[in-house]
Each structure stands twice: as C-alpha cells, then as structure tokens.
C-alpha cells in the first residue's frame, strides 16, 4: 500500500470538481478525500495499491469537462503521515 499526496492546479472552481474527485477515489477503491486549498488549488491524500494511485493522476488530469487541470504534484508519504 503506497500513500500520496496530490497537489492539483488549475482553472477548478466548478462546483463539480470535488464530488467528482471522491466518486473516483471511490470507484478506484482508494482511500481520501479532497480539501480546497485555494480556487486554483486542490489537495488530496490518498492511499491505496500504487497501479491506483496512478490511475487516479491519469484520472484527475483528464477530470471532468469544466475544469482544466494544468500541474498536478506527487509526493510520497511515509505510512505514519497517512490520512
């Protein structure tokens, strides 16, 4: 099991952006859940196999048609620093 945090930056004002996050990290069978930082920015802390975790940032980078997600930054956590 592999813990990320994903910092996520764009145009992701749409109202929609975060239940979409949390129905794919759902779907993914990952754990998370997001926290608006910014209007130009979205964290997540997920953890879960690490084939998931990567198709969450394939995921999120395509996300839904009224956001536009410009950087998304990976970083590994160690398991003690976990949601």
Not at 1 to 8: H, K, P, W, Y
């Amino acid at each position: 099991m592999a813990v990320e945090q994903f910092i996520i930056k764009g145009d992701l004002v749409a109202d929609s952006f975060l239940p979409w996050i949390v129905r794919h990290i759902r779907r993914l069978g990952l754990q998370g859940a997001p926290l608006r930082r910014a209007d130009g920015q979205v964290e997540i802390t997920l953890s879960g196999p690490p084939d998931l975790i990567a198709a969450m940032e394939l995921g999120v980078s395509l996300g839904p048609i009224d956001v536009w997600v410009d950087a998304i930054e990976r970083r590994q956590l160690e398991n003690g620093e976990a949601l």
